[in-house]
């Protein structure tokens, strides 16, 4: 009995050990910060910092062939459009008109870079699209392009008629929320990486 309580009290021992290596190592490691400017365009994970993109301006990294900031000027003067979408949230069942730029346009003016020779490379594409607050959302090329899915993604600049402080990805047809990014700050073009 004496041999099974100390089996028990170093199993017990143990396990307190890795418990509290576990919360050191939780408490020292760094907080998620921005990419450094020169991994922006390389498609590496993170989110882009809030205050190096002013209020109304969206950065375009990764794989494009004029990579860098669209303004909002440059992006009032692109065509607009208006949809109604209806959409659920954790407050329900939420219904508005938003407007703004279609998505595809966006990335189509910044040039697509796709890889030479890989067939239909633009189906394995993808945006990320991030917002201020870090959260990210995943748009595949393939559904917002015109001559493929043709999903009238949207980058909006307006909702419900008021103009929004940054833009909104607005993904038509969603049953939910969840890709709605507020506060778009960074739009990452990323090829998908087989076994990644």
Known sequence: MLRGMARVRRRGTLLAAVALALVAVGCTSAPAQAPPASTASTGAPGAASSTSVPPGQVRISGAVR????LTADQLAGLPSQTVAVTFGSDKGD???????????????????????????????????????????????????????????????????GVPLERPRLVVPGDAQGARYVNGVVELRVLHSTPGA
């Open 94 to 160: 939420e219904r508005h008109t938003e407007t703004g730029v279609s998505l595809f346009t966006v990335i189509d003016r910044a040039g697509l870079a796709l890889t030479p020779g890989k067939k239909h490379d633009e189906v394995s594409t993808g945006v990320l699209v991030i917002g201020s607050d870090g959260y990210q959302a995943l748009v595949s090329y393939g559904e917002m392009a015109p001559r493929l899915g043709n999903r009238g993604v949207l980058l909006a600049t307006a909702q419900d």
């Open 66 to 69: 004029q990579p860098g900031m």
